[in-house]
């Protein structure tokens, strides 16, 4: 009996030194956790002081610190770049005002404190080079059509001349502006000539050219360096004269299927033949000059590269494992009660009958009672980190996850009317996991407009592994970011629930004692999907300053198609040969515009009558007639004539009229500049011919001057 009560006794010895040396070391593990805990709890409310005083920079490296030792602390980390941002946006606040101010020295520390905060901030990178090494200004390049004419004239095009002439036949305009280029005008037949005054000044030679041929209503061809047929601006003469080049354009970035699309729809008053090549991405293109050269500008505005952006995406998938342990755990092990002696690690070694049993050797083991109430979270699971590349207005797709195989079965009959079948298993692959879909729309104004579409395919249960049961989280929105700015999608849960009981049966299922001889356990299972996305423009589309400018259409009498024909005689003599039949040599005459017309029957048409005369005119008498066929002159407008000036008869009848003129004030310039307009209406179809003749002027000194009359042929069908 002493020998056993000395071993256990040594037992006890050692089992208390073992504890001792487990108090040692756990005691100095308790102060460093505790130690720790207090630093967190003394730094949060530091940095909550620094705030307070708007001490941001002090706040942000107090918290830095505590978040490198406590790097799952969420408040310590919300901090953090509360005071990043707090800070970051008053060192940026001051670098500006700094700038604004002229002090360069103070405002580049502001700025590169600024940039050590958030280094990726690319606008800020940006505006601090600029700042620091301003660009040299780029001269911009200006348009230069590659569609050059067959014929140039030989002139300098910055070389001008000033002309002043009055009441000059426009055709001699003409000639007088060749004279001053070397430069030789002929005039095809049809060409209406008239008097014209004209003052200019230091003005280049097609400017000068431009104005006439608007004036004249005609346009102009080069024959050859020297040469200028003009002809009137009717259809008939420019289908005759004009010059229809093709041209290919070769697109880079553009389809040719769009942009024959806009052409065809923008220049759509224009005669185009346009044919796009999907091939080659290549638009081939008939038309006159001024087209090709207006088509060639367009499409430099239209032909840009497509601006790209680069999208940094992180989807978390954020576990929250709610475990709820309420009652007793009596663990594991048996209760109940053995017999039997002890070993040397105070273990039971035999059972031994009841006869033998001993006060020594009774032993019962009772497990400890354990009241537990444990709830826990387990840590972020990150589903994706995609980094996207793409194209304004093109889809990015993104996918991650399996193909899990479905089975279909279909029965089919064994044979031809029979009535027997045999069923038929095939299997269709469905995706489980991420899917994105994102296509991104960027603004000039740095600013992206993405279209989301965010779908998971999950398996969420299944009586079986063959016949598996899918879940879905989708996501669609559009939403409009700055560059830099993260937008965050959350909430999208997902709940498991599960529940067990274990305990001692029959008393662990009574109410509220039940908990005291059994362990109920609940588990929550609960997924909640975070999806990040932050844009960040990687190139823009580039307009420049001539992008924005206008082109300027329904002008084309302003400019002219060049062509390849060349003169077959050169000099006045050419000139002389191919004037208008019609063309008046003298001063004094009436012109009649049009010239000549085609008209259709029963419409009221409008013939314009002006005067000419280098002599003050004291009176004036004319009349007119139109022969040829069933007409009518159904009105004489006199309304540009000042009536305080002009004192007017006239009297019309059926096709004929008579007008006179009494000057009060002997002007003529108000004479050369008016107008008299014939109303005719025109009841059946033929040749007719306007005649204005009869004329007697008379000068003050009661001269007479003579003034040429004018015919107009006329086509009414």
């Keep these: 009996m002493t020998t056993s009560l000395t071993t256990s006794g040594s037992k006890e010895t050692r089992m208390a030194k073992s504890r001792n040396w487990g108090y040692l070391f756990f005691l100095p593990v308790s102060l460093f956790v505790l130690q720790g805990c207090l630093t967190t709890i003394s730094s949060v409310r530091q940095a909550r002081e620094l705030f307070k005083v708007g001490d941001y920079d002090q706040a942000r490296e107090l918290l830095s610190r505590a978040a490198a030792e406590n790097p799952k602390n969420a408040e310590i980390k919300t901090l953090l770049f509360r005071a990043q941002l707090n800070s970051y946006q008053t060192h940026l606040f001051l670098a500006r005002a700094k700038r604004k101010s002229g002090d360069r020295q103070a405002a580049v520390l502001e700025y590169r404190k600024a940039l050590a905060i958030f280094p990726g901030n690319t606008q800020l990178q940006e505006e601090f080079a600029d700042y620091v090494t301003p660009a040299k200004a780029v001269k911009e390049e200006k348009f230069k059509p590659t569609v050059v004419p067959p014929v140039q004239l030989n002139v300098k095009k910055d070389e001008k001349v000033s002309l002043s002439l009055r009441n ?318 993260t937008n965050i999608i959350g909430g ?76 077959e005689e050169e000099g006045t003599d050419a000139a002389e040969e191919t004037a208008p039949e019609n063309q008046q040599p003298a001063n004094d005459m009436v012109s009649i515009s049009p010239s000549q017309a085609s008209i259709p029957i029963n419409s009221d048409t409008l013939f314009s009558l002006r005067i000419h005369s280098d002599t003050q005119l004291a009176s004036l008498s004319l009349s007119g007639a139109l022969s040829g066929g069933n007409c009518e002159i159904v009105e004489v407008k006199t309304d540009s004539l000042n009536e305080k000036e002009v004192k007017i008869l006239k009297n019309i009848s059926g096709n004929s009229f008579d007008m006179g003129l009494s000057f009060t004030t002997n002007s003529v310039q108000t004479l050369a500049a008016a107008f008299i307009q014939l109303k005719i209406k025109f009841m059946s179809k033929g040749k007719y011919i306007l005649n204005i003749g009869d004329i007697n002027a008379y000068d003050n000194k009661r001269n007479k001057v003579e003034i040429a009359g004018a015919s107009c042929p006329i086509d009414v069908y």
């Design 168 to 485: 000059t036949p426009i055709s001699n305009i003409f000639k007088s502006l060749g004279k001053s280029y070397n430069v030789n005008f002929i005039f095809d037949k049809d060409f209406r000539d008239f008097l014209h005054s004209i003052e200019i000044e230091n003005t280049t030679f097609f400017e000068i050219l431009k104005v006439l041929c608007m004036v004249s209503g005609s346009k102009y061809r080069v024959l050859d360096p020297a040469t200028v047929i003009v002809f009137p601006d009717i259809f008939a003469k420019k289908k005759a004269f004009d010059l229809r080049g093709i041209k290919a354009f070769y697109l880079s970035n553009i389809k040719a299927e769009d942009a024959r699309k806009m052409i065809q729809t923008v220049f759509r008053d224009e005669q185009l033949l346009i044919q796009e090549d999907m091939n080659l991405n290549v638009l081939v293109i008939r038309a006159d000059y001024n087209s090709l050269v207006d088509i060639e500008r367009f499409l430099t505005k239209i032909d840009k590269e497509k601006s790209e952006v680069e999208l940094n995406i992180e989807i978390l998938e954020i576990n929250r494992s709610l475990i709820n342990k309420l009652g007793a755990d009596f663990g594991s092990g048996v209760f109940g009660v053995a017999a039997g002696g002890l070993d040397s690690d105070g273990k039971i070694s035999s059972t031994i009958n009841f006869t033998d049993l001993g006060s020594a050797n009774f032993f019962l083991t009772i497990p400890t009672v354990a009241m537990n109430f444990l709830e826990g979270d387990s840590n972020n699971k990150i589903l994706a980190k995609p980094n996207l590349r793409g194209i304004d207005g093109e889809e990015i797709t993104f996918m991650v996850g399996d193909e899990v195989p479905v089975p279909e079965t279909q029965f089919q009959a064994i044979a031809a009317g029979g009535i027997n079948s045999s069923p038929v298993t095939t299997y269709r692959y469905r995706n489980v996991g991420v899917e994105i879909k994102i296509t991104p729309f960027i603004h000039q104004n740095n600013e992206v407009t993405l279209k989301t579409k965010l779908t998971i395919n999950f398996i969420s249960s299944g009586a079986s592994s063959s016949f598996p049961t899918f879940g879905k989280r989708e996501i669609e929105n559009k939403i409009r970011l700055k560059e830099g700015e």
């Design 492 to 567: 999208l849960l997902r709940d498991d629930v599960r529940g067990s009981l274990n305990g001692f049966p029959a008393l662990a299922r009574i109410p509220l004692l039940g908990k005291l001889f059994g362990n109920s356990e609940k588990n929550i299972s609960q997924t909640d999907l975070i999806f990040s996305i932050t844009p960040k423009i990687i190139r823009r589309t580039p307009i420049s300053s001539q992008d924005n400018e206008v082109i300027w259409g329904g002008v084309e009498q302003l400019s002219s198609a060049s062509g390849a024909i060349v003169a």
